[in-house]
């Protein structure tokens, strides 16, 4: 390809020669299939994509530098950085048509969305199409990496540490949960490049609409967050500057962002098209890097009509992909119910709940113990979270003395994010740590929902199995001695229909810590419900939340429910009541008025839920009561009910009754305000008494 002299040339300027050259390969491929794509839009246009014309450059620049250790979060317009570690156009290719064999996804998700876990290609976790979300997770696997490191856990790399790299469009930068990750990169010192793209649109907003600075001035407020800003259309000025940044990286062990000018010469997406709204599009060509990176190669002396035939070859191999692709098979619709969760080890009840010779605990204490026999087994268990760190050990005292026991690097604080604390589970989990996180109160953890939705309920299923996450989201709940409306929420029924994670919420503390080692051995991520009115067993009723401590073996498996109190069918109207967490002792107390007519069943976990308990407690007695903290309206108990009415129809001599709190927008700071709003024993007993008289 080249003339004598350029042969002889080992370099071009500081890059290798034949970094050069396939850097013009995989550019020539990268045109090649928008081309095509635009051409065959008919087809292409099934499933909405976009491609990384104009932005080739500084993405292949860097995917030409990453490693099978590092980790990458590349997003929707990067098809550039997938070519440039290894993956095929066909591959791609498989993922644009959403064929049973994406690599990716197996046609669950949309083109350049990848999920990668290949031993000899950086790895990749999956991440969704939200903007910017894929900050947070991405900072969660450099922490990850940083505390593999510190405790002599992480694989050694002849030709250097791992390192993460993040891809961002300058657009996502104005993202809230950007700024967690950046603030948690500079506090931590990780081993993070964010790359920034910035080609100076939204979708048709335009960067003066929506920024009043550019990602290197945004990131000057986050001390210790170096920064470069080149243009992204000159490969060799882009190779160069990642490979010093990367090399600094590999040594050094701290974040940088680069933020890269560049040019969007394509589709917003295919279904968004650049002449419906673009001005620009004239002087955004004259920005072109690829007949930028041609005439660099020109002058160094290679032979135009050599690089031409390069540009056919891509051409040939990328149509020659696209043929083969388009015969490729479909997803079976059976394969839609493929890696909905992880299987999990615990599949039953294991271990003593009740060890000799030992005084009751109460269940506060149960959980602290059960974490820390677990850190105490597993070196990659750590926890995290606001305020759990050594000073205080959490608000309720729920991880007093882990700090002192495991280290700070183990057991530490985080700064108000409930965003980050959830969705850097998924990047920890992506790495081999096994993260335990708590959100301080139920009624917090809003902020953090988008993560726990798009980033970890999602990623097993989306992923096509390759990535679940593993962790656990502790979530203090309920009320409890007028904590107020932004300290007594119930929010399991938004929990619950986030399809892809479980949900435990156990009455006891035998219960909560043969969940938490269940869980803990799960490969799903898990939220664990603990209320804290149940925590030191101080409201009366409440007593028996307080048990004997189970052995360290102890577990209990998810979906697996406990009869608290048996009663025999018999002539007389009898009841099922089936609760969990505050309502077990609801139930508990009310029974008491009906001696011997009355089953209640506490459900343990909500997700997955046992049914088979439930409808055998039903059927048994003909008549359902369904207790719940929250208001009842359109909540989980009313979605039991709904179940327990079309499965049991034929069995129930009356309708099924949800009892719960009264319909109120939040629970009332004043204590008799409190009690009226919410359920109590003496509301169930007149519940029960009404089921048992129907």
Aim: charged content about 25%; glycine content about 8%.
């Amino acid at each position: 390809m080249a003339s004598t002299m350029a042969a002889k040339e080992e370099m071009i300027g500081t890059v290798p020669v034949h970094t050069v050259l396939r850097a013009f390969e995989l550019m020539c491929q990268a045109k090649a299939m928008t081309e095509l794509f635009e051409k065959n839009a008919s087809v292409t246009s099934k499933y909405v994509h976009a491609t990384s014309r104009g932005h080739e450059a500084i993405q292949i620049a860097l995917g030409m530098q990453l490693k099978p250790q590092d980790f990458l979060s590349a997003y929707y317009r990067d098809d550039s950085i997938l070519l440039s570690i290894g993956i095929t156009p066909y591959e791609l290719m498989l993922q644009l048509m959403a064929k049973a064999d994406d690599p990716f996804s197996g046609g669950r998700t949309y083109y350049s969305h990848p999920s990668l876990n290949r031993d000899n290609m950086p790895k990749i976790p999956h991440q969704s199409s939200a903007t910017g979300m894929q900050a947070i997770p991405s900072t969660g696997v450099a922490m990850g990496i940083q505390y593999l490191e510190k405790r002599g856990l992480a694989k050694i790399h002849a030709d250097g540490k791992g390192i993460m790299a993040c891809s961002l469009g300058d657009g996502s930068v104005t993202e809230g949960e950007v700024a967690e990750a950046f603030q948690m990169a500079v506090l931590k010192k990780l081993p993070i490049l964010y790359l920034v793209q910035d080609n100076e649109w939204d979708i048709s907003a335009t960067a003066k609409e929506t920024r009043a600075m550019d990602a290197v001035e945004y990131a000057k407020g986050f001390k210790g967050l170096e920064t470069r800003s080149i243009d992204g259309t000159d490969f060799m000025r882009s190779y160069q500057t990642l490979n010093e940044v990367i090399t600094t990286m590999r040594q050094e062990r701290r974040p940088f962002l680069v933020h890269a000018r560049v040019p969007l010469l394509n589709h917003h997406t295919s279904g968004v098209r650049k002449e419906w709204y673009r001005g620009d599009l004239e002087e955004a060509a004259k920005r072109d890097p690829f007949p930028r990176l041609r005439n660099q190669l020109i002058i160094a002396g290679f032979n135009s009509d050599k690089l031409t035939q390069v540009e056919k070859k891509a051409t040939e191999t990328v149509q020659q992909d696209y043929d083969k692709a388009l015969k490729a098979a479909d997803p079976k619709p059976e394969d839609a119910f493929n890696y909905i969760y992880a299987p999990t080890p615990i599949t039953e009840e294991k271990g003593v709940r009740e060890p000799k010779g030992k005084d009751k605990t109460v269940m506060v204490d149960c959980a602290l113990f059960a974490i820390q026999e677990l850190m105490e087994k597993h070196p990659e268990c750590l926890f995290y979270g606001q305020d759990v760190g050594g000073r205080l050990g959490g608000v309720f005292r729920e991880a007093a003395t882990l700090a002192q026991k495991f280290g700070d690097d183990r057991v530490f604080n985080t700064p108000i994010q409930e965003a980050f604390i959830i969705g850097s589970t998924v990047g920890m989990s992506a790495t081999g740590c096994k993260p335990i996180v708590e959100i301080q109160f139920a009624d917090y953890i809003w902020p953090g929902l988008n993560q726990l939705f798009t980033e970890v309920s999602r990623s097993y299923y989306l992923s096509n199995g390759k990535w679940p996450v593993s962790s656990i989201m502790r979530v203090p709940i309920g009320a409890y001695g007028s904590g107020g409306p932004y300290h007594s929420s119930s929010i399991e029924s938004v929990l619950t229909n986030i399809r892809g994670i479980k949900i435990a919420y156990p009455s006891t503390g035998a219960d909560l810590k043969g969940l938490l080692k269940a869980a803990y051995y799960d490969p799903n991520p898990v939220v664990m419900l603990e209320h804290k009115g149940l925590y030191w067993s101080k409201i009366k009723g409440t007593e028996d939340a307080k048990t004997v401590e189970p052995d360290a073996d102890y577990v209990i498996p998810f979906g697996k429910g406990r009869m608290v109190l048996e009663a025999e069918a018999q002539s007389e109207p009898s009841v099922a009541v089936i609760s969990y967490g505050m309502g077990v002792y609801w139930a508990k107390n009310a029974a008491k008025k009906f001696p011997g007519k009355v089953e209640i069943v506490d459900l343990r976990t909500l997700v997955p839920l046992d049914e088979e308990m439930i409808y055998a407690s039903v059927r048994k007695h003909n008549r359902c009561l369904v207790i719940t903290e929250e208001p009842a309206t359109n909540s989980f108990a009313q979605s039991i009910a709904a179940r327990i009415q079309q499965t049991c129809f034929e069995s129930l001599d009356a309708p099924v009754i949800v009892a719960g709190s009264e319909n109120t927008p939040a629970v009332p700071l004043n204590s008799t305000l409190e009690n009226t709003v919410l359920l109590n024993a003496e509301k169930v007993s007149a519940a029960i008494e009404k089921l048992l008289a129907y």
